[in-house]
Nanobody, 123 residues
Framework: QVQLVESGGGLVQAGGSLRLSCAAS????????VGWFRQAPGKEREFVAG???????YYADSVKGRFTISRDNAKNTVALQMNSLKPEDTAVYYC?????????????????WGQGTQVTVSS
């Protein structure tokens, strides 16, 4: 099992950048896939990006070319670098972990979730 804590959210203008971090506890963190999801009020939670236990990355079409997910197993962290932010990126961003997972796009595949961090992009 792991515990996840997100950080790095904030308020930025359109076109700006933010770097989110997901810090995890657990000795076997390297065996977990980690995904980033986001949810705006009144909307469904959606997949943003994921990284498998082996380091393979996946992105939602809406963020391809703008966001980059990476992991540092030595530090037990996963980062989401967000560039060229748009107002429609505004949401609470959550990181989630799945043991021996493949970073699937379905939130139901993940067993562990952080509490989220707010990202607001102004126009």
């Amino acid at each position: 099992q792991v515990q996840l804590v997100e950080s790095g959210g904030g308020l930025v203008q359109a076109g700006g950048s933010l770097r989110l971090s997901c810090a995890a506890s657990g000795r076997t963190f390297s065996r977990y896939a980690v995904g980033w999801f986001r949810q705006a009020p009144g909307k469904e939670r959606e997949f943003v990006a994921g990284i498998s236990w082996s380091g393979i990355t996946y992105y939602a079409d809406s963020v391809k070319g703008r966001f980059t997910i990476s992991r540092d197993n030595a530090k037990n962290t996963v980062a989401l670098q967000m560039n060229s932010l748009k107002p429609e990126d505004t949401a609470v961003y959550y990181c989630a972990a799945e043991y021996a997972g493949l970073a699937g796009r379905s939130s139901g595949e993940y067993n562990y979730w952080g509490q989220g961090t707010q990202v607001t992009v102004s126009s």
